[in-house]
């Protein structure tokens, strides 16, 4: 049998996608692709006016399609806000509960304080360096979460308890002599300082005169870790 006979009969016994399929595989695809549209555009918007300056109307404008459309998706704004914070904790939450993890093995269980926070700190700081303006806009969302006191702690505990308590063991480990009081303040300086750069509220800008930019999360990555590792040292120091 000659060679192109062959193939053609092999050709013709694969089996064919139904119309149907390709059809509900472009349709799940316009569907995820309007999703990550609507969450980006909400995000922008929260970020910029926070929960309770934005309606779905406001976000369905933006984007361009009729509010019935979130409604459907969406209960309700708070929902969509939930979903909205959701979408990038898990990322952030899972890189540094990673590094720590990977800190910690590759020291031997004997982690350096600056190294434990580093892990922690410049993970995070790196998807704000490399990340674009989304990742800015959630940054400025988290600053805006964490100091919302009436549900805003609420998110925060759900998503970044565990990789926070993380960080507390390494801490631990490299401050022995450290009591834990000390450590979890210590925490609460680190974690506030963190929120506050990525609130970008551009106050460094004007009082340095504009040798500091609010932006400049590099420059921040190059020393948050260090500043935050003599702060644990002089405080447990005097203990």
Known sequence: MPAEVKSRRKRSTKKKQPK????????????????????????????KHGLYGVTLKDVAHQVGVHHTLLNYYFEDKKKLFDTVFARRAVVTSSLRMKALDEYDEATGGKPTLEGALRAF??????????????????????AQVANTPEWGAALMDRHFDPVV?????????????CTEEDIFWGYHFVTGALLLTLARTGRIDKLSGGICKSEDFAAVKKRMATFMAGGFLAVCGKR
Not at 22 to 36: G, H, L, P
């Open 121 to 142: 700190l410049d993970t995070d700081l790196d998807l704000y360096i490399n990340g674009g303006q989304r990742w800015k806009n959630y940054g400025a969302l988290g």
């Open 165 to 177: 308590l993380r960080l507390i063991s390494l801490l631990k480990k490299a401050l022995p002599h």
């Open 20 to 47: 149907g399929a390709s059809v509900r595989v472009t349709k799940a695809a316009q569907r995820a692709e309007m999703m990550e549209q609507i969450l980006d555009t909400a995000e922008e918007l929260f970020s």
